[in-house]
């Protein structure tokens, strides 16, 4: 090869191997910054004369407000003989008060462009609105009415008994529902929450003007209530608004008393269990595919177990990865979705599996559930496990406090259910402490697979005979079903 060869060759050489070194730089993944301290927005609490609590949290970048007032009484606090009180209580505020029809009420929000909304879940209900900034005084003047004017007008009565028992109709045909509320009913048996939060067809037909204003009367009241503000207002003017719009209600009766759990798991360290498995299947002939539901009675939302048993569920039934899901979709085939549920309320929570299957896998599937609850109480999580779902829930967190919406409704839960109002800033801290060993002994005393109710909606003729190999069966035929019977049963009638 010659000298000028030789020369072409090298710069040819050169040449590459500086653009790989080029394209190789360029390739590589620019350098991330640690991820900041999350800082959920702390909000300035002060309390108006007549004991209503003022909640506001500043948010100055959009011309926006959030008014949001919370009684903290939901359907936990429903007449024994009637279900689903507080819901049409709740579901009647914006239909109309002493000043303002239902039409009025809605052409005034529609006109300037503003949402309202009312509810109740158990533990409160609430009146909502939001509205451009330059309507603030309007926004407050709207919700002191609705929650201090209501009619509770006969013809709204009517019309949302209406809309109820319609919805309830629709409900009872959704075998996933008949399986939740069944559970419920026969997990919390005994408790403030054994019972339909939305009511059930007898009790809502004879819910009359008296009990909803009974209902009123004794929760709807300025030292039972929080007023939450988040946007673009400053702390003292809501303060000086919430006292100007809020003075006259005033309540000099007691105020309402929660009905005490049947435990007290963040002292007791234990749970409640019953004497032994409870099977009820619910018999639905026309099914092909069967709902799931296992599990037991949990803990309050103030149980000192909360953090340990949030990130179990999270292994066990949580979104993203999970136990339940691998088990019975990736490896088995047997469903499209598995999921576990821990729900904590003021007072008692619940802890369960759930999925729905074909008929004939009925019973593989039950047993795959219970054999990943067995394997989670029996064994501690793996590290990895752990640092998956600390991960995952610390992300999720941030989520949760993303929108003005969701920090007023997460600031208003931390006081309903009396947590520290720096709870969120403190999560990831405390989560990345957790250690294995806490969630396990947290899970053997929260979860017991021989001694929880176990909930089948479907045709019972597909799997009844060999369910009888894990324990004592009730079948109930859906035409007797009767969500608002302790037993779920609705009694026979006899000919006289």
């Given at each position: 090869m010659?000298?000028?060869?030789?020369?072409?060759?090298?710069?040819?050489?050169?040449?590459?191997?500086?653009g790989?070194?080029?394209?190789?730089?360029?390739?590589?993944?620019?350098?991330?910054?640690?991820p900041?301290?999350?800082?959920?927005?702390m909000p300035?609490?002060?309390?108006?004369?007549?004991?209503?609590?003022?909640?506001?949290?500043?948010?100055?970048?959009?011309?926006?407000?959030?008014?949001?007032?919370?009684?903290?009484?939901?359907?936990e606090?429903?007449?024994?003989?009637?279900?689903?009180?507080a819901?049409?209580?709740?579901?009647?505020?914006?239909?109309g008060?002493?000043?303002?029809?239902?039409?009025?009420?809605?052409?005034?929000?529609?006109?300037?462009?503003?949402?309202?909304e009312?509810?109740?879940?158990?533990?409160?209900?609430?009146?909502?609105?939001?509205?451009?900034?330059?309507?603030?005084?309007?926004?407050?003047?709207?919700?002191?009415?609705?929650?201090?004017?209501?009619?509770?007008a006969?013809?709204?009565?009517?019309?949302?008994?209406?809309?109820?028992?319609?919805?309830?109709?629709?409900?009872?045909?959704?075998p996933?529902?008949?399986?939740?509320?069944a559970?419920?009913?026969?997990?919390?048996?005994?408790?403030?929450?054994?019972?339909?939060?939305d009511?059930?067809?007898?009790?809502?037909?004879?819910?009359?003007?008296?009990?909803?204003?009974?209902?009123?009367?004794?929760?709807?009241?300025?030292?039972?209530?929080?007023?939450?503000?988040?946007?673009d207002i400053?702390?003292?003017?809501?303060?000086?608004?919430?006292a100007?719009?809020f003075?006259?209600?005033?309540?000099?009766?007691?105020?309402?008393t929660r009905?005490?759990?049947?435990?007290?798991?963040?002292?007791?360290?234990?749970?409640?269990?019953?004497?032994?498995?409870?099977?009820?299947?619910?018999?639905?002939?026309?099914?092909?595919?069967?709902?799931?539901?296992?599990?037991?009675?949990?803990?309050?939302?103030?149980?000192?177990d909360?953090?340990?048993?949030?990130?179990?569920?999270?292994?066990?039934?949580?979104?993203?990865?999970?136990?339940?899901?691998?088990?019975l979709?990736?490896?088995?085939?047997?469903?499209?979705?598995?999921?576990s549920?821990?729900d904590?309320?003021?007072?008692?929570?619940?802890?369960?599996?759930?999925t729905?299957?074909?008929?004939?896998?009925?019973?593989?599937?039950?047993?795959?559930?219970?054999?990943?609850?067995?394997?989670l109480?029996?064994?501690?999580?793996?590290q990895g496990?752990?640092?998956?779902a600390?991960?995952?829930?610390?992300g999720?967190?941030?989520?949760?406090?993303?929108?003005?919406?969701?920090?007023?409704?997460?600031?208003l839960?931390?006081?309903?259910?009396n947590?520290?109002?720096?709870?969120?800033?403190?999560?990831?801290?405390?989560?990345?402490t957790?250690?294995?060993?806490e969630?396990?002994?947290?899970?053997?005393?929260?979860?017991?697979?021989?001694?929880?109710?176990?909930?089948?909606?479907?045709?019972?003729?597909?799997?009844?005979r060999?369910?009888?190999?894990?324990?004592?069966?009730?079948?109930?035929?859906?035409?007797?079903?009767?969500?608002?019977?302790?037993?779920?049963?609705?009694?026979?009638?006899?000919?006289?």
């Open positions: 010659g000298s000028k060869t030789r020369c072409v060759a090298r710069l040819l050489w050169i040449g590459l191997s500086w790989v070194a080029v394209l190789s730089a360029a390739d590589l993944p620019p350098t991330v910054p640690p900041k301290p999350f800082q959920s927005a300035v609490v002060r309390v108006l004369p007549n004991g209503l609590k003022l909640a506001v949290i500043e948010r100055h970048e959009l011309p926006i407000i959030g008014v949001r007032l919370v009684v903290q009484s939901g359907a606090a429903d007449p024994a003989s009637l279900p689903g009180t819901q049409m209580v709740a579901s009647l505020l914006n239909q008060t002493t000043k303002r029809s239902a039409q009025e009420i809605a052409r005034t929000i529609d006109q300037i462009g503003g949402t309202v009312t509810g109740a879940d158990w533990d409160n209900s609430f009146v909502a609105v939001s509205v451009l900034t330059d309507r603030t005084e309007l926004a407050f003047e709207m919700v002191s009415d609705m929650v201090i004017h209501p009619s509770f006969p013809a709204e009565i009517e019309r949302q008994r209406k809309q109820a028992l319609s919805a309830l109709s629709v409900a009872h045909d959704d996933a529902y008949i399986a939740d509320a559970f419920d009913r026969l997990t919390f048996d005994g408790t403030a929450y054994g019972h339909p939060p009511g059930t067809e007898e009790a809502v037909r004879r819910l009359t003007s008296s009990n909803i204003r009974e209902f009123y009367a004794r929760n709807y009241r300025p030292d039972n209530s929080i007023l939450a503000l988040v946007g400053r702390a003292d003017e809501a303060y000086q608004l919430a100007r719009f003075a006259e209600w005033k309540q000099d009766d007691p105020p309402p009905q005490p759990s049947t435990i007290d798991s963040s002292r007791t360290g234990t749970a409640h269990h019953s004497k032994g498995r409870r099977i009820v299947v619910i018999d639905k002939p026309d099914s092909v595919q069967t709902e799931i539901r296992v599990g037991n009675r949990g803990i309050p939302r103030g149980s000192s909360y953090l340990a048993l949030t990130v179990a569920n999270q292994i066990l039934g949580g979104p993203a990865t999970n136990r339940l899901y691998k088990a979709r990736t490896e088995h085939g047997l469903t499209y979705s598995a999921s549920e821990l904590c309320y003021q007072t008692n929570g619940s802890w369960e599996g759930k729905s299957t074909r008929s004939a896998e009925t019973i593989k599937s039950l047993r795959l559930v219970l054999d990943q609850m067995n394997r109480r029996d064994h501690a999580i793996s496990e752990l640092q998956t600390q991960s995952y829930l610390t999720h967190m941030a989520l949760e406090v993303e929108s003005p919406d969701n920090i007023v409704t997460q600031t839960n931390l006081m309903v259910y947590l520290p109002l720096d709870y969120w800033n403190l999560f990831p801290r405390e989560l990345r957790l250690q294995t060993e969630v396990l002994n947290a899970t053997r005393r929260y979860m017991d697979p021989e001694r929880n109710v176990i909930v089948l909606v479907g045709n019972a003729s597909a799997f009844s060999e369910l009888k190999k894990l324990g004592e069966v009730r079948v109930i035929p859906i035409e007797r079903l009767d969500l608002g019977s302790p037993d779920l049963e609705r009694p026979v009638a006899v000919n006289p």
